[in-house]
């Protein structure tokens, strides 16, 4: 409960700070709290008051003419030398006048030391002056580059989100298409096993509908998926292939993107089995240690060469897109070839 209201008061003041006249409201009031604890002059707590006001005002008048004219006119046009020159005559036109006003604020002081000093201290408030003026541009600057990077940012989430739905509407037509195949093929031999086919396909169509506009699903989930799939090539192919998938670890706790492992099952089946083999395997097994996800899938090869494997249509260039964007720098993808058989080793570090 307390941390609940720790919490709601600590998003109230962020976002209270967040607008501009009130954060800059707090710097400046802050400021002005510093110069009066480092004032230790004898003139009085209200003349040092008064005279510090007067600072604040030329000073909030140059930062702000910095601000609203120099930074957009001169630095933003890339006129450096021309930018560095005004910072220059600004400080220094505002140090004799604040100078004087701030003299006339000490007239009534019989304090000659603080006269003499201000006067004296001419260029080492120029310099001041100078300074502020220079850090205001550097802030300016800072900020604007962080709200370039957070719109960059949201930028590329939206594309990000917009590319992956775009890659999954790619997916989802070309599982079905193979998948209709199947089931064509067994109503022309008048199957039994055509209803099965079908009713595995629902489920299958059911978790594609609902699940794989989903971030991230269940591990559990994309596993039951995987055993529908092959257990449904399992009917078209009969003793025809041996299909097999071996899990080791317990799934629970991982979350994975959806439809992330069909492909590469679409692959091996279209190049190395259904092509002029009167005998083949698929095997696909599957890890999980440690939060990583080993996926190893094997398959034979067609008895014709077939390039295709590597290439993938749309489907394999899609699922390594997929990876690239939702996985990059933790996921590690290989897919060889020898003689007899083709591999493909991928490995996902989830956490």
């Not at 140059?62 to 030398?81: A, D, G, M, T």
């Not at 220059?88 to 009534?108: K, M, S």
């Not at 492992?261 to 083999?277: A, C, M, R, W």
Request: charged share 20%; hydrophobic share 40%; net charge positive.
């Amino acid at each position: 409960m307390l941390e609940t209201y720790i919490l709601s008061v600590y998003k109230k003041l962020y976002i209270l700070l967040s607008k501009r006249g009130v954060y800059h409201g707090v710097v400046w009031m802050f400021y002005m709290i510093g110069l009066l604890l480092s004032d230790h002059s004898e003139d009085g707590f209200w003349l040092i008051f008064r005279n510090n006001i007067i600072h604040m005002f030329f000073l909030i008048l140059i930062v702000y003419f910095n601000y609203l004219y120099l930074i957009p006119k001169l630095l933003s046009r890339k006129s450096f030398l021309i930018y560095a020159a005004a910072l220059l005559v600004t400080a220094a036109l505002i140090t004799p006048v604040e100078t004087l006003f701030r003299y006339g604020n000490l007239w009534t002081s019989s304090n000659v030391e603080s006269k003499i000093q201000l006067i004296e201290n001419q260029f080492s408030h120029f310099i001041l002056l100078f300074f502020i003026l220079c850090l205001s541009t550097i802030v300016k600057i800072s900020k604007e580059w962080l709200y370039q990077q957070t719109v960059q940012k949201e930028l590329e989430n939206k594309n990000l989100q917009s590319e992956l739905s775009f890659l999954k509407s790619q997916i989802n037509p070309h599982f079905l298409f193979n998948t209709l195949n199947s089931i064509y093929a067994l109503s022309l031999k008048k199957s039994d096993q055509a209803p099965e086919l079908v009713l595995r396909l629902s489920e299958m169509m059911r978790y594609m509908l609902y699940k794989s506009n989903e971030k991230e699903v269940p591990l559990e989930q994309e596993i039951k998926y995987i055993q529908n799939y092959l257990e449904l090539e399992k009917t078209r192919y009969g003793k025809k292939a041996l299909i097999e998938f071996v899990q080791e670890g317990s799934p629970d706790n991982y979350k994975v993107a959806p439809l992330l492992f069909i492909t590469f099952l679409e692959n091996s089946f279209k190049h190395g089995l259904s092509q002029s083999i009167s005998e083949g395997y698929v095997r696909c097994q599957l890890l999980l240690k440690k939060g990583c996800i080993h996926f190893h899938l094997t398959n034979s090869k067609t008895v014709h060469k077939d390039i295709g494997y590597f290439q993938g249509g749309i489907g394999l260039k899609n699922a390594q897109r997929r990876l690239d964007l939702l996985y990059a720098n933790r996921y590690q993808l290989n897919i060889n070839e020898t003689e007899e058989q083709y591999t493909v080793s991928l490995d996902i570090q989830l956490y």
